[in-house]
């Protein structure tokens, strides 16, 4: 599950998850990251986050027949002396504050891509094979299911599924698996939480690999955590599945080939 971060008041608070954010309200300029975000982005472009914002009036309508302008002399229309230092004073101060805000944005997104940059490699580090664990078995069926339902995705040229210590990583302490791939037609590049697939029986493997490979395959993104999603295939809180059966998952997968094709 995706951890937030967020800027107020000049300053970068986080990590938060979804669950945590629900009984807060932010301007629809907020800016967010977080994994699988190549920039700082307003909340209102994240779909997962849109409900979160305050609602903003439309703007004021416009009078349909405005008064006509009386006539004036052309020397009352120019500017006096002191309204023209209050306009250059304006100026220098809008073009201030644009400076310091494009500093901040500098200040913030910077540390905050180097902490993605050396957090992804701490989780690629920690990353192995299980000759036990045969993950292209779970790719494989993947594929057939997509292609029984017609739906025919690109076969990135690389493939990378591992495990990886995510538990002993501080930003992604458990959670059950990171996927990179998303966006990125090239490659698919999931790393899963072994304390998670040791735990979780045959029905949550698959929700779990299908969950992954759908962000990776099909560029699919999470849904909201509301409980109008829960029992979807892209809910993200998906230990709340333990104890669903393999008709369920299957059930579940369907519902979203059919939301899909739609």
């Not at 609602?55 to 002396?81: D, H």
């Not at 939480?193 to 029905?203: H, I, L, V």
Request: net charge negative; aromatic share 14%.
């Amino acid at each position: 599950m995706n951890q937030y971060y967020y800027i107020q008041n000049g300053e970068r608070k986080g990590p938060v998850t979804l669950e945590g954010l629900n009984d807060m309200q932010f301007s629809p300029g907020t800016k967010f990251w977080c994994i699988g975000l190549e920039r700082w982005t307003p909340i209102s472009e994240i779909d997962e986050l849109k409900h979160l914002c305050w609602a903003v009036p439309p703007p004021l309508p416009q009078e349909e027949n405005p008064q006509p302008i009386e006539e004036q002399s052309l020397t009352s229309l120019l500017p006096s002396a002191k309204e023209k230092k209050h306009f250059i004073a304006k100026v220098w101060l809008s073009v201030c504050i644009g400076l310091a805000a494009i500093i901040l944005l500098v200040v913030c997104i910077i540390p905050r891509k180097s902490e993605a940059d050396l957090l992804y490699k701490e989780i690629v580090a920690s990353a192995y094979d299980d000759p036990d664990v045969d993950f292209q078995f779970y790719l494989d069926k993947y594929y057939r299911d997509l292609e029984f339902f017609d739906i025919i995705p690109t076969h990135p040229h690389k493939t990378i599924i591992k495990f990886a210590n995510l538990d002993k990583i501080t930003d992604v302490r458990h959670a059950h698996a990171m996927s990179y791939g998303y966006d990125r037609d090239d490659i698919i590049e999931i790393y899963i939480n072994p304390s998670s697939w040791a735990k979780f029986g045959k029905a949550m493997r698959y929700w779990l690999m299908y969950h992954e490979l759908t962000h990776d395959i099909l560029n699919i993104d999470d849904l909201a955590d509301i409980p109008s999603n829960f029992g979807k295939l892209m809910y993200p809180v998906l230990i709340s599945y333990e104890g669903k059966t393999m008709d369920e998952f299957i059930e579940s997968f369907h519902e979203f080939i059919e939301e899909y094709g739609n």
